[in-house]
């Protein structure tokens, strides 16, 4: 294959993944020129194009060459290391990027009586990843009947084609309304940035290790949030105490009240409301979680 001098990222053309995959690229400083086809995006400010296409063609596209990294969920990668064969290049996760959050799951109709998954054993499971439900079959020494479907997995009991299925869960809404119950997570899975093991060693491979330290800083300032409270000097222990972790936070006065003080801590990832409810049962007040923007130490 010709050296390149760009490089080349794949990405899902229309999808789940392809709004939060542009953003997240957009917000490392990469922008593109639509292309009319839209296959192909050319990059505008640094010497970075995107190919968009179906998300199962990813991982190969990748391990030909055909592209330096991909932005794919990591149950695409995984059903393509389970099944790929030994002489193609392999292929790693350099990054998890914290969206497209799903897990891939086992679930039998609502009126079986399963307990474990020996109960599998005999049956015939409907699945999209057989590579990845034949490897957890094994692994639990459950000798089963592996029926790949390539969409619409959900309703093969119904119809009768399969006794139970393996597919992507997300809110669980899908298996209730066909009535199936979820018993066993194979995979949690999410968006990764994929590339393969080695990167390469010219101006591709420098400009892959700039996008990382980028992502890294975006990442970060993205599962970052600030919080502000007031609490008085006496409760000021049991509120730290309570605090999710982050680095120390900053303690400053309140005008014309000496014994209350405003706490500022920068917490990393999401303060939950119950969170809330307890930094406030521990006697803070008047909080506010916000996002950061951007953060430079
Ligand atoms: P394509 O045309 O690219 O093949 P697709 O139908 O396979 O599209 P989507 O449904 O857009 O793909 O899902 C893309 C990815 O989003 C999945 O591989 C998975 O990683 C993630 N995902 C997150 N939640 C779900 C969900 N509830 N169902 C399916 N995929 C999900
Ligand atoms: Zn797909």
């Known amino acids: 294959m010709k050296p390149r001098d760009r490089l080349r990222i794949a990405m899902q053309k229309s999808g789940r993944l392809t709004e939060p995959a542009l953003d997240l690229l957009n917000r490392c400083g990469l922008t593109f020129r639509q292309s009319r086809d839209k296959l192909f995006c050319f990059g505008e400010g640094e010497p970075v194009d995107l190919l968009l296409v179906r998300d199962d063609d990813i991982p190969g596209l990748i391990a030909q060459g055909v592209c330096d990294l991909g932005i794919v969920g990591r149950n695409v990668l995984d059903e393509f290391r389970c099944t790929a064969s030994e002489d ?3 292929l790693t996760e350099w990054r998890p990027l914290g969206f497209g959050r799903c897990r891939l799951s086992v679930a039998v109709p609502q009126d079986m009586d399963y307990r474990q998954p020996q109960d599998l054993g005999g049956l015939r499971i409907a699945t999209s990843y057989p590579g990845l439900l034949n490897h957890w079959l094994k692994a639990q020494s459950v000798d089963a009947a592996v029926v790949t479907l390539a969409g619409s997995v959900e309703i093969a009991p119904k ?47 420098d400009m892959i290790n700039l996008l990382l330290k980028r992502l890294d ?10 919080l502000l409270l007031q609490t008085s000097r006496t409760a000021l222990d049991a509120v730290t105490r309570l605090l999710p972790g982050g680095p120390q936070p900053t303690l400053l006065p309140v005008a014309g009240q000496p014994d209350q003080l405003m706490l500022q801590a920068l917490c990393a990832g999401e303060v939950s409301w119950r969170q809330l409810e307890e930094i406030k049962k521990a006697g803070a007040r008047e909080m506010f979680v916000l996002p950061v923007e951007k953060m430079l130490a």
């Open 88 to 90: 193609v290049a392999a």
């Open 159 to 205: 119809l009768g084609t399969a006794d139970a299925i393996c597919d992507l869960v997300q809110s669980g809404g899908t298996l209730v309304a066909n009535q199936l119950r979820e018993t066993d997570v194979l995979l949690e899975s999410e968006a990764v940035l994929a590339g393969p093991q080695a990167l390469p060693t010219d101006e591709r491979g």
């Open 217 to 226: 800083g975006v990442i970060q300032v993205r599962e970052s949030r600030l």
